[in-house]
């Protein structure tokens, strides 16, 4: 069955270091990966995806991700934290079974906390 | 450009009614997508609309159906509501085009609460 497991409940980072939120998955054949950010009381906003080509990939907000094949990880990552970074982030994955349509299957999200 | 636009925002219901809940995809995008968000939980996929018609499903019950328009809007439908419905209910859309994986832009989501 294909998942994606987000192992912190809670991240916790002071303003101005570098974050990193964990995300590791489980698909069978080549992954689509996503991060999605969630504001209180909003949707999902998109951040960013891989599909094929660079590990690294950027997205909005200075948010990066590095997608590793051999330990099936998309870690999300940003060189500066800042206290307006603090939401809940959602690692998903493209439910490969979906042929042609986009059926996302989610991990259970981790809250980031970023402190002055 | 509007994004992702859902009504109501909020809704309470009683176990046993039945509710219908709508959204408006982003411009451009021909495909709706629904998903169901427990507290404290990630998204579960429910179901998605391409042309008129259920493309995809997930583990949700016959209680759970929709409907996609011409113009592209769609409604999610659950009867005979039971407690265990309350959630916030995620719209998104995305477009469909060839082999592209296009991300989905979700809306703010309906908070629905049975009684």
């Known amino acids: 069955a294909q998942s994606v497991a987000q192992p912190e409940d809670q991240v916790n980072v002071a303003e101005g270091n570098p974050l990193t939120v964990k995300c590791t998955y489980s698909v069978s054949g080549n992954p689509y990966l996503f991060w999605y950010v969630q504001y209180p009381n909003r949707g999902l906003q998109f951040l960013l995806k891989?599909?094929?080509?660079?590990?690294l990939v950027k997205g909005s907000y200075g948010f990066e991700a590095e997608f590793n094949k051999s330990q099936t990880s998309f870690h999300l990552k940003k060189p500066s934290a800042l206290v307006s970074d603090s939401a809940l982030y959602f690692c998903?994955?493209?439910?490969?079974?979906?042929?042609?349509?986009?059926?996302?299957?989610f991990g259970a999200g981790t809250r980031l906390a970023v402190h002055p | 450009d509007a994004g992702v636009t859902q009504s109501p925002t909020h809704l309470i219901k009683t176990r046993g009614q039945q509710v219908t809940l709508r959204c408006s995809p982003k411009?451009?995008?021909?495909?709706v997508s629904w998903y169901q968000q427990a507290l404290g939980q990630g998204p579960q996929f429910i179901f998605q609309?391409?042309?008129?018609?259920?493309?995809q499903r997930g583990n949700f019950p016959d209680r759970f159906s929709g409907h996609q328009f011409p113009n592209y809007s769609s409604e999610l439908n659950v009867n005979a509501l039971l407690l265990g419905d309350s959630a916030l209910y995620l719209c998104?859309?995305?477009?469909?085009?060839?082999?592209?994986?296009?991300?989905?832009?979700f809306g703010p989501g309906t908070r629905l609460t049975v009684l």
């Open positions: 411009s451009g995008h021909d495909t």
């Open positions: 891989y599909i094929t080509g660079d590990n």
């Open positions: 998903a994955v493209r439910d490969i079974l979906s042929g042609g349509y986009n059926k996302l299957i």
């Open positions: 609309y391409y042309e008129e018609e259920e493309r």
């Open positions: 998104a859309s995305s477009l469909r085009s060839g082999g592209t994986v296009n991300e989905q832009f």
